[in-house]
């Protein structure tokens, strides 16, 4: 058997070796060392060398009877924690108690065992000669700093021993209430917010062992009232009395509370007070669940005849009432729940953890609390609102998407009647979408001008000549085919679009009519009637026509302007001001359908008009032998002087009969159909050559 060999690792360190260095601790002149370790819960002396037995005055036994803290009588509990740490070793300068009760200024370094559950602390008296000069130097300095920062307007702490003040200035006292002498030691710290304590020393001893740092930290004042801080610490070390720090404070207590009132209002509704709909989308977003279902619900709420309050009571009556609204609305909800107001007289409601049953039940109690009567101008109403209920399903892949629906929710409870609570569901919402699919098509549409004008031909009765066309749009989608005016017209009007669509149509007529007098010449059509919605009468219609016409080179007369009797009757006055501004460019104007709108005879007196367009209907009519509407409106037209247009001829009767009644125009597929842009080309140039 081969004898064994024992390894020795080259950082092993003899027994021999180790009894050594005890030894010579034990029986060192130079340095007193003590072992500190916890016994039944208290910090005692197990050991210490021959010279700490000299410099304390106690022998070994006495020092193991004592508790640790009672040889640093200036120590807090907090701060032996901080001497004594079990991740490094630390070094203070502080004052020692011996037996006779006098107190030694020593450097106490205390250095942990691997453990951790002993520390081997070393005494070094600093009272000699040198340091005394080194301390006089320190004092010297600490004497300055103190003329600089005592009347400085930023609060200031100074410490030359670890945690302990050595200065504080004006501004810290005034900022905390108390005096300088309170807060030298350690007493600063009983000024910091307890949530805050701990952050400010990790802070403050991260800085003893060099650098800097910051915190944030609540001061408590003597009063009681609390200023947030941010305190900046540097290191500071003092040749002979060891590190520590220079702080000072920056009071940043108005500068939040001001960055809060911003906050609040950027996000929140001045009138009000409610989150607005900025907020709103946040907290949806924040509390929605990508296909999470049926526990997030939103209740858009729009009231009924607000605008009656308004236009009757005046709009700080409509501001009181919002405002009470408001208020009903926060009463009623969850505690929890989001109360928004959207814009306008709209309101939403966020509720978490709820079912479809729950939010109708949620919307309801809102029903009822705004029909509560209030007083408004000393007149007693009654609010209600239409209301939409969207819960979020498994469908609702985004968070708009729930408020989105909610609204489309509102507007089918407005469209059902005032007071209504509707619920959206899934037929409702794939409606909805497919119609905003539709609306973003015809946007695309009308910007690319893929709307196209067809052209139908107008007769005049005299000599059976055509003398004019309508205008008509046509939209052909590429995936759903010819889409109706019937459909897209409304839905322009709906949403905005409308304003592009007539300008379209406008430029497009215009362009035309060039074409066709530089192809035709005196075989072109004479003029184009152009149908006008009633959301373009406004003060903007009259440059429009007059910047269509100048780009294309026409005159004004080759124009004709139709509008149906209801959007003259909206607003008689600034409908009958925009018609003579039309009538003063020399563009002609005239009603469309008449006889199927509302309309006031006495208004259509002195509305500017040149001719009045008989509706279809009423022509249809002839051919069952009930000529009696179409003749009163053609004799109406006359006695006022106005020309006429009989829509609808279907038949060559038809057209005899009108003739004979004494129409001016005839218009409708007996006498020509509507013609695309080309066909119309050539249609008038064959008709010009047989006329």
Same mark, same amino acid.
């Given at each position: 058997m081969p004898a064994r060999t024992r390894v020795v690792d080259e950082h092993e360190v003899s027994a021999e070796i180790v009894a050594t260095v005890f030894h010579g601790v034990r029986v060192s002149d130079a340095m007193a060392i003590l072992v500190v370790e916890p016994v039944d819960g208290v910090l005692r002396v197990s050991w210490g060398n021959e010279k700490a037995v000299g410099l304390l005055g106690l022998a070994l036994e006495d020092l193991r009877a004592l508790a640790f803290h009672v040889l640093l009588p200036s120590l807090s509990p907090a701060e032996l924690k901080l001497l004594?740490?079990? !991740?490094?070793?630390?070094?203070?300068?502080?004052?020692?108690?011996?037996?006779?009760?006098?107190?030694?200024?020593?450097?106490? +370094?205390?250095?942990?065992?691997?453990?951790?559950?002993?520390?081997?602390?070393?005494?070094?008296?600093?009272?000699?000669?040198?340091?005394?000069?080194?301390?006089?130097?320190?004092?010297?300095? !600490?004497?300055?700093?103190?003329?600089?920062?005592?009347?400085?307007?930023?609060? +200031?702490?100074?410490? !030359?021993?670890?945690?302990?003040?050595?200065?504080?200035?004006? *501004?810290?006292?005034?900022?905390?209430? *108390?005096?300088?002498?309170?807060?030298?030691?350690?007493?600063?710290?009983?000024?910091?917010?307890?949530?805050?304590?701990?952050?400010?020393?990790?802070?403050?001893?991260?800085?003893?062992?060099?650098?800097?740092? $910051?915190?944030r930290a609540r001061l408590v004042h003597d009063d009681g009232g609390v200023r947030t801080t941010v305190i900046r610490f540097s290191h500071l070390f003092t040749p002979g009395v060891g590190a520590g720090f220079v702080a000072t404070i920056e009071d940043v207590t108005d500068r939040l509370a001001f960055e809060a009132r911003l906050a609040h209002q950027a996000n929140h509704d001045p009138l009000t007070g409610l989150p607005n709909r900025t907020l709103l989308a946040d907290h949806v977003i924040d509390h929605f669940t990508p296909g999470g279902g049926g526990r997030l619900a939103c209740i858009f709420l729009d009231l009924d005849d607000f605008k009656v309050v308004n236009d009757s009571l005046g709009h700080a009556a409509g501001d009181e009432l919002l405002v009470e609204v408001a208020r009903r609305l926060r009463a009623t909800v969850r505690p929890g729940d989001l109360v928004a107001r959207f814009g306008g007289d709209e309101f939403v409601v966020v509720a978490e953890d709820v079912d479809e049953d729950d939010a109708v039940a949620l919307a309801e109690r809102i029903g009822a609390a705004l029909r509560d009567p209030m007083t408004l101008g000393g007149v007693d109403v009654r609010p209600t609102a239409s209301v939409g209920v969207t819960v979020q399903t498994a469908e609702h892949v985004a968070a708009e998407e729930l408020i989105r629906d909610c609204?489309?929710?509102?507007?089918?409870?407005?469209?059902?009647?005032?007071?209504?609570?509707?619920?959206?569901?899934?037929?409702?919402?794939?409606?909805?979408?497919?119609?905003?699919?539709?609306?973003?098509?015809?946007?695309?549409?009308? !910007?690319?001008?893929?709307?196209?004008?067809?052209?139908?031909?107008?007769?005049?009765?005299?000599?059976?000549?055509?003398?004019?066309? $309508?205008?008509?749009?046509?939209?052909?989608?590429?995936?759903?085919?010819?889409?109706?005016?019937?459909?897209?017209?409304p839905l322009a009007e709906e949403t905005g679009l409308v304003s592009g669509l007539g300008l379209l149509v406008l430029d497009e007529t215009c362009r035309q009519l060039a074409e066709w007098d530089a192809q035709l010449g005196e075989a072109a059509p004479g003029r184009a009637n152009v149908n006008v919605s009633a959301l373009q009468l406004d003060a903007h219609l009259t440059g429009h026509v007059q910047s269509a016409l100048e780009r294309h080179g026409l005159r004004p007369h080759r124009l004709s302007i139709e509008l149906t009797?209801?959007?003259?009757?909206?607003?008689?006055?600034?409908?009958?001001?925009?018609?003579?501004?039309?009538?003063?460019?020399?563009?002609?104007?005239?009603?469309?359908?008449?006889?199927?709108?509302?309309?006031?005879?006495?208004?259509?007196?002195?509305?500017?008009?040149?001719?009045?367009?008989?509706?279809?209907?009423?022509?249809?009519?002839?051919?069952?032998?009930?000529?009696?509407?179409?003749?009163?409106?053609?004799?109406?037209?006359?006695?006022?002087?106005?020309?006429?247009?009989?829509?609808?001829?279907?038949?060559?009767?038809?057209?005899?009969?009108?003739?004979?009644?004494?129409?001016?125009?005839?218009?409708?597929?007996?006498?020509?159909?509507?013609?695309?842009? *080309?066909?119309?080309?050539?249609?008038?140039? $064959?008709?010009?050559?047989?006329?």
């Open positions: 004594l740490r079990r !991740e490094r070793a630390v070094s203070m300068a502080l004052p020692v108690r011996c037996a006779s009760g006098a107190v030694v200024d020593c450097a106490v +370094t205390a250095v942990p065992s691997a453990a951790g559950r002993r520390w081997s602390v070393r005494l070094r008296s600093t009272a000699n000669e040198t340091e005394r000069a080194l301390r006089a130097t320190a004092d010297a300095s !600490e004497r300055r700093f103190s003329t600089l920062t005592e009347r400085s307007p930023v609060p +200031t702490l100074l410490s !030359e021993q670890g945690m302990r003040l050595a200065h504080v200035n004006d *501004a810290f006292c005034t900022l905390v209430g *108390a005096q300088a002498e309170q807060l030298l030691g350690t007493g600063w710290m009983t000024t910091v917010h307890p949530e805050d304590l701990d952050g400010v020393i990790e802070q403050a001893v991260a800085v003893l062992d060099g650098g800097e740092g $910051e915190a609204d489309i929710a509102m507007y089918q409870a407005k469209a059902g009647g005032k007071g209504r609570i509707t619920v959206l569901d899934q037929h409702a919402r794939a409606e909805a979408r497919d119609k905003l699919r539709l609306v973003a098509d015809l946007r695309d549409a009308i !910007e690319r001008r893929e709307i196209r004008c067809v052209y139908q031909p107008i007769f005049s009765t005299a000599d059976g000549q055509p003398v004019a066309v $309508e205008t008509l749009a046509r939209w052909e989608h590429p995936e759903r085919g010819p889409i109706s005016p019937v459909t897209f017209v009797e209801s959007a003259l009757m909206k607003d008689p006055a600034s409908a009958r001001e925009v018609l003579q501004q039309l009538r003063a460019l020399g563009v002609q104007v005239s009603i469309d359908d008449f006889g199927t709108g509302y309309s006031s005879l006495a208004y259509l007196r002195h509305l500017p008009l040149d001719c009045l367009k008989v509706d279809r209907s009423f022509v249809a009519e002839l051919a069952d032998g009930h000529p009696e509407i179409t003749s009163a409106i053609i004799a109406l037209a006359g006695s006022l002087g106005l020309c006429t247009v009989a829509e609808g001829v279907e038949t060559l009767e038809q057209a005899e009969e009108l003739t004979r009644l004494g129409a001016t125009y005839l218009q409708g597929f007996s006498l020509a159909e509507p013609l695309s842009a *080309a066909d119309a080309t050539t249609w008038f140039a $064959e008709a010009g050559a047989t006329g």
